[in-house]
């Protein structure tokens, strides 16, 4: 929910904003404006990144001014759709079986999606997946935040049906809801959300033994959700740390990065290509061998541009089966430096 009370009219959430050129005066103008929930320009450039959150001095949660002003205002074509989209991801039905355990994985959709980046001793937990589980973040960068809001609840109580302590989240999307938006809605979660880098770090840390350091440079993509839940990125770092990988210092990484601009083709917004070819060659002038991609959705979106420019994209799960000797390393693109 947006604080009014703490915004300050800084301007630095658009300032900084990683897709609105704009300076301050004309920021503070805006804000101001969408204060007095007046339409602006901002709503129909902003590409729904999350990153505002983040930026913000003092947490007052821009970005979720500007969803609800653009559900309001019907800024994304897209609206009327969302809607009747809504009806295609919900699960209607009485869900009658789930695993019982103190600690499952939720998978959300990519049970069906992307299996092959869940397979190995590493997910070796009970586990849900589908519609009865999905985290509705979709539709919050559909601009209709208000449905992602409706179905929350639902997706904790089924996850609470299982009686788990831990749930481990596949995808940063479910845990953004689970550690962020959902107490925000003040919805309370009986279960401890669990990061997939926090989990993996956690079996990394328990078959050290085992771990050949992989010695490699990468860049690492961050995704959007990560600007819900910064405070795990630690996670990210440890995992890489005993994993033998280096973190490569880069223009679009930390507070500073760029998410995957896939969203665009989802709002109308024009071509993603373009962004995505700077964030892969800000990577490889940084030295990066390969990318390493957190969300499945950035894997897809990216996988095109970085082909072309020889950059190899790998998922975090995959690090750390590398690490354990479970799979092999990919061909590793030739590191460049700027
Ligand atoms: S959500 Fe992203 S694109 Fe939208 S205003 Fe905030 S930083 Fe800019
Ligand atoms: S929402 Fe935050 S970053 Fe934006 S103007 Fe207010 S205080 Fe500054």
């Avoid at 996850?159 to 749930?167: D, I, Q, R, S």
């Avoid at 990988?245 to 917004?269: E, H, S």
């Amino acid at each position: 929910m947006f604080k009014a009370d703490l915004c300050d009219l800084c301007g630095d959430c658009l300032v900084k904003c990683p897709w609105i050129k704009v300076d301050k005066p004309q920021a503070v103008e805006w804000m101001k404006a969408m204060m007095a929930g007046q339409q602006t320009s901002v709503l129909r450039r902003c590409i729904t990144c999350f990153a505002c959150n983040e930026i913000c001095p003092t947490k007052a949660n821009p970005f979720d001014l500007i969803a609800r002003l653009q559900e309001q205002y019907d800024v994304f074509n897209s609206k009327e759709i969302a809607k009747l989209e809504e009806a295609n991801y919900a699960f209607t039905k009485t869900l009658t079986k789930y695993p019982s355990s103190e600690r499952i994985m939720t998978a959300c959709l990519f049970q069906k999606t992307h299996p092959h980046l869940m397979q190995g001793q590493l997910y070796d937990l009970p586990r849900v997946s589908g519609k009865p589980y999905f985290c509705w973040l979709l539709f919050g960068h559909w601009g209709v935040e208000s449905i992602q809001k409706k179905h929350a609840r639902e997706m904790v109580d089924r996850l609470a049906l299982t009686g788990a302590k831990e749930v481990i989240c596949f995808h940063d999307d479910c845990y953004a809801m689970l550690a962020t938006l959902a107490p925000g809605y003040g919805i309370e979660v009986p279960f401890r959300p669990v990061h997939l880098s926090e989990y993996l770090l956690s079996r990394l840390q328990q078959h050290r033994d085992r771990i050949k350091p992989l010695n490699i440079s990468v860049a690492y993509q961050r995704p959007c959700a990560s600007r819900l839940t910064p405070v795990k990125e630690h996670f990210v770092d440890e995992l890489f740390e005993l994993a033998g990988v280096t973190r490569v210092r880069r223009t679009y990484d930390r507070d500073g990065a760029l998410c995957c601009a896939n969203i665009k083709l989802l709002l109308g917004d024009g071509d993603p290509r373009p962004d995505q070819e700077k964030n892969i060659l800000d990577a490889k002038q940084s030295g990066a061998q390969a990318m390493v991609c957190l969300c499945p959705m950035c894997l897809d979106g990216l996988a095109a541009v970085a082909s072309v420019h020889g950059l190899p994209l790998i998922f975090l799960g995959d690090i750390a089966r590398m690490a354990l000797g479970e799979i092999a390393v990919p061909a590793l693109g030739g590191a460049e430096r700027a």
